[in-house]
């Protein structure tokens, strides 16, 4: 079965450190994988998506993400966080329905 | 920027009651969900609609719930008779045709007493 796993409830960091939020997923066929940003009160944004060519994909916001297939991971990476990051992240991976299959979510915590 | 939107933000409702929840995709997209959170939990797939017709339905999808199209704008969610477990989240999300990206809407909070 397809499934996404998310490793870590919580992840803590100070502004202008390394942001680094690991997902793991379970596929049988090469997935289609996302990563979605939740603000409070918000609905989900898109962050950015791997659907074929270029393992590393560039986001909005100075976000980005490597696609490792060997590793089953496609963990979300910034260089230096900032303040406005702090927020609910969610990995995502496309079954063959086009229905997406979400990790339980990241909140992303930047401490000042 | 288009947007989904979703109406209302918030809803409360007694258990047993029926309610709905409204949802106006982007106006280009041919392609429409339904997914919900319960607190603390994943976001999970409820069902996907295409073509004036539910292409797919999760487990979680029962009798209780039924979506719409009554105007070719508005993307509905009705939930016949709540239950408590009700309670969640619900995001509507839609997509144009051959893409692989879902647009979301804020939510609808759902909380059944």
């Known amino acids: 079965a397809q499934s996404v796993t998310q490793l870590g409830s919580h992840v803590s960091v100070s502004e202008g450190a390394l942001v680094l939020l690991r997902c793991n997923y379970s596929?049988?066929?090469?997935?289609?994988l996302f990563w979605y940003v939740q603000y409070p009160n918000q609905g989900l944004q898109l962050l950015l998506k791997?659907?074929?060519?270029?393992?590393l994909v560039k986001g909005i916001n100075g976000f980005e993400a490597e696609f490792k297939k060997s590793e089953t991971s496609f963990h979300l990476t910034k260089p230096s966080a900032h303040m406005s990051d702090a927020a609910e992240y969610f990995c995502?991976?496309?079954?063959?329905?086009?229905?997406?299959?979400f990790g339980s979510g990241t909140r992303l915590l930047v401490r000042p | 920027e288009p947007e989904v939107t979703q109406t209302p933000s918030h809803q409360v409702t007694q258990m047993g009651q029926e309610v709905i929840l409204r949802c106006v995709p982007i106006?280009?997209?041919?392609?429409f969900y339904w997914y919900r959170q319960i607190l603390g939990q994943k976001v999970e797939f409820l069902v996907s609609?295409?073509?004036?017709?539910?292409?797919?339905k999760s487990e979680i999808f029962d009798d209780q719930f039924s979506v719409e199209r009554p105007d070719g704008s508005n993307f509905t969610l009705k939930i016949r008779s709540t239950k408590l477990e009700d309670s969640a989240m619900y995001f509507c999300?839609?997509?144009?045709?051959?893409?692989?990206?879902?647009?979301f809407g804020p939510g609808t909070r759902l909380t059944v007493t």
């Open positions: 999300a839609s997509s144009r045709p051959f893409d692989y990206e879902q647009y």
């Open positions: 596929s049988s066929v090469p997935p289609y």
């Open positions: 791997y659907t074929t060519g270029a393992t």
């Open positions: 995502a991976m496309m079954d063959s329905s086009y229905k997406l299959i």
């Open positions: 106006s280009n997209h041919l392609y």
């Open positions: 609609f295409y073509n004036n017709e539910i292409s797919e």
